[in-house]
């Protein structure tokens, strides 16, 4: 069975998120962004900030992981972003055989 996961990020800024969503689709490195505005809390250099951010989920193959990533660093303005993924046990085989259609092979 191929290996699909969910990887997440978040940014402060809409237009550069929208940048990254398109490239990562544009370049076939995801079949799916999902954005969704959040207030998040968290430590940061001494401090708690309370932030608005938009947090995106992106389906891939977990042969992608490390391309999304750099992809990610490259054009994102966070000295540290939040970049985790998550494996995807189990799925829907149609949902699953689409991931794979839409992105690029290995």
Known sequence: ?????????????????????????????????????????????GKV????????????????YKEVEKEILNHHSYEVPEIISYDITNGYSKYLNWIEDETKSI
Request: some cysteine; overall charge negative.
């Open 1 to 45: 069975m191929k290996e699909y996961i969910m990887i997440t990020t978040t940014f402060s800024n809409q237009e550069e998120m929208e940048d990254v969503v398109h490239l990562l689709l544009d370049e076939r490195l995801v079949s799916c962004c999902q954005i969704k505005e959040i207030q998040s809390l968290y430590h940061w250099k």
């Open 49 to 64: 900030e309370n932030e608005k951010e938009y947090l995106v989920l992106m389906k891939t193959k977990k042969d992608l």
